[in-house]
């Protein structure tokens, strides 16, 4: 969990540095940023993304599940066998899987 919490630490402050220089936000892609996390280095993670505004960030996930509940309500895609869900198909394929 440590070297997880380093490795992203530096992506946003690499993000910082960036949006300094270039004046507008970079698009930051975090995969599975809270495996191997706990609950609190999770709280943090999502705090410092929070405290930057979170801009263009897309974070990805193996699992609905995952999310952590302060990200529920953000905007989600599904991609399975090459399709991609949103919205209301999104919620009516996890019912059915």
Do not use: C, K, Y
Not at 41 to 53: D, P, Q, V, W, Y
Not at 64 to 69: A, G, N, Q, R, V
Request: glycine share 8%; proline share 5%; hydrophobic share 45%.
């Amino acid at each position: 969990g440590q070297q997880r919490t380093a490795a992203i630490s530096l992506r946003l402050l690499e993000g910082d540095t960036l949006r300094q220089r270039l004046g507008t936000a970079p698009i930051l892609l975090l995969d599975d940023p809270f495996a191997e996390l706990d609950v609190r280095r999770s709280a943090r993670i999502l705090e410092l993304l929070a405290e930057r505004g979170m801009g263009q960030t897309v974070l990805t996930v193996p699992r609905e599940s995952d999310i952590p509940p302060a990200l529920v309500s953000l905007a989600r895609w599904h991609i399975a066998n090459g399709v991609m869900t949103t919205g209301e198909r999104l919620r009516a394929h996890a019912e059915v899987a």
